[in-house]
């Protein structure tokens, strides 16, 4: 049987669908937008994948299958098998995450963004937010960078507020001060300032909160003005965060150096970081990615360049996840420019 529909009313109808979809994804909060990146924005070959273009502004591998990202300033997450991009409803510029597995009923997400504003969310396995937590927001100061880390039924988070200048790149001005504040909490909601961790008037990035034999220590980079030169350092608590000392430098303040990953590895430790050693002054573009390895002070023992098939330099190292003697490595390529955002496969095998 033939059905005639009259021009005008279907006409209507769309618009009427549009609108309908258009005001449930600006009045529901957890409404998302999923879109799967198209063959010309991909590059995928053995050991990379390659999403070109994709102008990140951080990113975390937050199961074996996905990664979490800020992009165009909200936050996303990547399904690294389905290539499908969903962005939610979350204001994001940096991000971290507690790893779970691709099974996991739910992940954990600290954000924070350009509004002064750091936060906490849960997302279910269809990508829906089912709980989000602004723990800290200021109109008057800046809050960034976040860090999270779970252990023995308490979460941790810090988040750096800067007053005064923001990212200084002129050596010639004052910078603003950055203090690491830390908090806890045991069921996400509540949350209670524990202490600040370090203070000072140069750029503190790339923060990473770990724990070892009951020890926490805070990782961080040290930085003298945005671009130039910065050390890796390290400081320890050992009453859970209520007091920190031992502070110690890890990579000297020779480069441009952005810390990605530090852990420890049968009974050694291993940093994962990207520096512009190689190319002075150059910052992104002139840097590479680096593993150095500590023994069990703190001391060096050795440093060697990490091989990466896409590029040997303009390499911003996000995060490195370690199995065994396989590493997946998360960067950017071309920060400043194109910004393709990278996984790659490597194993430790020649950096033993």
């Known amino acids: 049987m033939k059905i005639n529909i009259n021009p005008l009313s279907m006409s209507l109808f769309f618009i009427f669908l549009a609108v309908t979809i258009s005001s449930f994804i600006l009045l529901n909060p957890n409404a998302i937008l999923n879109k799967t990146l198209s063959r010309e924005n991909l590059d995928i070959r053995s050991s990379q994948i390659i999403f070109k273009n994709y102008m990140s502004g951080d990113a975390k591998f937050i199961s074996d299958n996905a990664i979490i990202t ?135 990035e790339d923060v990473e909160l770990y724990k070892q034999d009951g020890v926490l220590r805070l990782i961080f980079e040290k930085e003298q003005y945005d671009k130039g030169k910065s050390s890796l350092r390290m400081i320890n608590s050992y009453d859970n965060g209520v007091s920190w000392k031992e502070e110690k430098e890890l990579i000297p303040f020779n480069a441009d150096n952005e810390v990605a990953t530090f852990l420890n590895k049968d009974g050694t430790y291993w940093m994962f970081y990207s ?46 996840d370690v199995n065994n003697n396989e590493v997946r490595l998360l960067y950017s390529h071309d920060y400043l420019g194109s910004n393709d955002l990278c996984i790659e496969k490597i194993s430790l095998d020649s950096y033993q």
Not at 310 to 317: E, G, K, R, T
């Open 275 to 320: 520096s512009d050693i190689e190319n002075p002054t150059m910052s992104y573009t002139g840097a590479k990615a680096y593993i150095t390895k500590f023994d069990k002070y703190f001391n060096q023992i050795s440093t060697k360049k990490i091989d990466t098939d896409l590029a040997s330099q303009n390499i911003l190292l996000y995060e490195a």
């Open 70 to 204: 800020s992009k165009t300033g909200y936050l996303h997450l990547i399904n690294v098998d389905t290539k499908k991009d969903t962005q939610l409803d979350i204001k994001s510029n940096w991000v971290d995450c507690i790893k779970t597995n691709h099974n996991a009923a739910e992940k954990i997400i600290a954000y924070s963004n350009s509004d002064g504003q750091t936060g906490i969310c849960k997302i279910d396995k269809h990508n829906k937010v089912t709980f989000k937590k602004i723990v800290l927001e200021n109109t008057s100061s800046l809050h960034i960078d976040p860090s999270l880390l779970y252990d023995d039924g308490m979460y941790y988070l810090t988040s750096t507020n800067i007053v005064g200048n923001v990212n200084n790149s002129n050596p010639n001005v004052e910078n603003g001060l950055y203090t690491v504040e830390l908090y806890k909490s045991s069921d996400l909601s509540n949350w209670q300032f524990l202490s600040n961790v370090v203070s000072y008037k140069s750029n503190i």
